[in-house]
Structure formats: structure tokens, C-alpha cells
């Protein structure tokens, strides 16, 4: 973490460019002070700058460039270096214009949410993300599983091979291409395995649950399953960017010619609660996060409208 020195503009430059940001409460609106702040540069993923809120909720901004899009994100300081609270981001286009920006957050836990554990992939499965959602989740139901077990006993696989420069691997429907536990090779996989995961498990461990495959539900129905009290492994991008493809990195699926492009950015994130205008997530990243509920569905559908559920 490296917070923001001084900036060397003139007084001059920094009146036209400021953005203060006030973060409140979600419920009752009040100020929340001396909240961790950054602002990323969403195309290159790089913070541009980090301030700690001040005793009236307020931090400002200063290098922020007109017409640029930013992720916003707040949390405690304790946590942004032990990932173990709530973190909330929004994306927004910087218009200096409005330099005012209101951000709701939320902190502490609300009776509407479910008290789905925090179980962080890393440091053993860097590309572990959706198995270590689906992990979550089973465990929020009282099934005895760790993420480990779970990507190296229930998880399908498939090896990403290299022939003559090209890769050729599983259609990420099918199997996790590579291993979720290999930093440098492996990708990522889609609904219908960890379908085949979830079921496999619940087999063994004799649990009183049934899974879905909910690609392709609307928002309406997935926040629905939410308020009946049903949290949803949830493919969307890492902190909701644009989908980010990379041909180098792509593959050639099974039984198929052409190489697809991969995507550098999916995530998966378990969707917890609904809270007005704020969707709350279990992020196998950094724990318990809110986001814009038009913005995280919005990333749901550039991903494909990827979802998967576990009902009792």
C-alpha cells in the first residue's frame, strides 16, 4: 500500500481538477470518517492515487484526468492490507464538472445479507476463484469441504497443452483449463463443471442440497433467489472492468479448430445480499465487497451470464 504524497500541481491546476469524495453509511447516510480510499485507472489496473479519509468522511483527488474511467474503492485501512471487511468500488468517468462524488458503503452487517464465510483463494489456488466461491458456499451449509479438496478431488480438469506454439485445451463448459493451483498456466472454467463439482460433492457428503445452473437467469431472478435466502456463484470481471481478451493466451478448444481468445480478468464472486442500489458479494479476493447493482449485473452479461446456485 503507498499512499499519495504531495502532488506538484499549482493551486491554479488543482481547483480545476479536484474530485472530493464523501463516504457514508448505506442506511442512514451519515458521514463514515477516515476510510482507505484508492482510485484505479480501469484500463491499465493501476491505482493512481490512495488517501485516507478525513474525520468528516472527505478525501480528495487530484490527479484524475477529464473523461478518464476510475474505479473507486473504500475501506478500513485495517483491511486493505488484511482483506478480511467490506470493500466497496464503483466505476465512474471523471467530469470535472461534478466535482462532488457521494459513495455509499457499507460496514457492517445487515439481517438482509447471508452469512456466507470468507474463504480467500489465494495463496494456493491463484486461478481459484469460481471453486473456491462454489467452496463457500457449500460450507455457508454447513457441508464440511475445503477449497482444497474441492479443486483437487471434485474439480474437473484438463490439461492446456502446447503443440507447434499453438495451445490447445478444454472448453472452459466442460473442464477448468490447467489447474486452478498453477500461477503461470492455468485459465479458468465456467458454470457447467462447477455444476458437475457441486453435485459430486453433495453425493459424497450425503448433503441435503440440490445445485442449478442459473446461466443465462435475469437479475431479477438471480437477486430473487438472493432474498429467498440462496447466495449465487456469480462470474463477473475483476472489479467489474471490461472484459479484457488476450489471443496469446487463448487456446483451441477440444474437437474444435479455431483458437479462442482468453479472458485475463473473469472472476467469480459469491452474491450475498441486495441492498437498494448495492448488490453485496463473499470475493475469494478481498473478502466482503459492495458494488452498483446495474454495474455488477452489467459485467454478469459482458461475461456471458455465468451463474450457479445451491438450494436445501
Keep these: 500500500m503507498l499512499l499519495s504524497g504531495c502532488n506538484q500541481f499549482s493551486q491554479q491546476e488543482k481547483q480545476k481538477s479536484e474530485l472530493t469524495v464523501l463516504t457514508?453509511?448505506?442506511?442512514?447516510?451519515?458521514?463514515?470518517?477516515?476510510?482507505?480510499?484508492?482510485?484505479?485507472?480501469?484500463?491499465?489496473?493501476?491505482?493512481?492515487?490512495?488517501?485516507?479519509?478525513?474525520?468528516?468522511?472527505?478525501?480528495?483527488?487530484?490527479?484524475?484526468?477529464?473523461?478518464?474511467?476510475?474505479?473507486?474503492?473504500?475501506?478500513?485501512?485495517?483491511n486493505s492490507t488484511e482483506n478480511n471487511g467490506y470493500t466497496t468500488i464503483e466505476n465512474f468517468t471523471y467530469d470535472s464538472t461534478k466535482p462532488y462524488y457521494r459513495l455509499q458503503t457499507h460496514f457492517s452487517r445487515d439481517e438482509q445479507e447471508l452469512d456466507v464465510p470468507v474463504v480467500m483463494q489465494n495463496p494456493e489456488l491463484?486461478?481459484?476463484?469460481?471453486?473456491?466461491?462454489?467452496?463457500?458456499?457449500?460450507?455457508?451449509?454447513?457441508?464440511?469441504?475445503?477449497?482444497?479438496?474441492?479443486?483437487?478431488?471434485?474439480?474437473?480438469?484438463?490439461?492446456?497443452?502446447?503443440?507447434?506454439?499453438?495451445?490447445?485445451?478444454?472448453?472452459?463448459?466442460?473442464?477448468?483449463?490447467?489447474?486452478?493451483?498453477?500461477?503461470?498456466?492455468?485459465?479458468?472454467?465456467?458454470?457447467?463443471?462447477?455444476?458437475?463439482?457441486?453435485?459430486?460433492?453433495?453425493?459424497?457428503?450425503?448433503?441435503n442440497l440440490r445445485v442449478t445452473n442459473m446461466s443465462k437467469a435475469s437479475q431479477d431472478e438471480i437477486l430473487q433467489l438472493v432474498r429467498e435466502g440462496v447466495?449465487?456463484?456469480?462470474?463477473?470481471?475483476?472489479?467489474?472492468?471490461?472484459?479484457?481478451?488476450?489471443a496469446a493466451k487463448g487456446w483451441i478448444y477440444k474437437g474444435e479448430t479455431t483458437p479462442r481468445v482468453a479472458y485475463m480478468n473473469l472472476h467469480a464472486v459469491v452474491l450475498t445480499g441486495h441492498l437498494g442500489n448495492k448488490v453485496v458479494v463473499m470475493d475469494p479476493l478481498k473478502g466482503y465487497v459492495t458494488y452498483n447493482v446495474d454495474q455488477f449485473f452489467k459485467s454478469y452479461k459482458e461475461l456471458g451470464e455465468q451463474a450457479v446456485a445451491l438450494h436445501k
Aim: glycine share 8%; aromatic share 8%.
Design 126 to 207: 491463484p486461478h481459484g476463484c469460481e471453486i473456491t466461491s462454489l467452496t463457500a458456499v457449500l460450507n455457508y451449509y454447513g457441508v464440511n469441504v475445503t477449497k482444497l479438496e474441492m479443486a483437487d478431488t471434485y474439480l474437473p480438469k484438463q490439461k492446456i497443452s502446447i503443440v507447434d506454439g499453438q495451445r490447445f485445451g478444454p472448453n472452459p463448459n466442460q473442464a477448468f483449463a490447467g489447474d486452478p493451483r498453477d500461477k503461470a498456466n492455468g485459465m479458468y472454467v465456467f458454470a457447467a463443471p462447477i455444476v458437475k463439482a457441486a453435485e459430486a460433492v453433495i453425493a459424497d457428503k450425503q448433503a
Design 231 to 246: 447466495p449465487v456463484v456469480t462470474w463477473v470481471t475483476l472489479d467489474l472492468s471490461k472484459p479484457n481478451t488476450n
Design 24 to 78: 457514508v453509511e448505506f442506511n442512514s447516510g451519515a458521514p463514515i470518517p477516515n476510510l482507505y480510499i484508492t482510485v484505479t485507472d480501469v484500463k491499465t489496473g493501476k491505482i493512481v492515487e490512495d488517501v485516507i479519509g478525513s474525520d468528516e468522511g472527505e478525501a480528495t483527488f487530484s490527479k484524475l484526468i477529464e473523461g478518464q474511467e476510475y474505479a473507486i474503492a473504500a475501506t478500513t485501512l485495517e
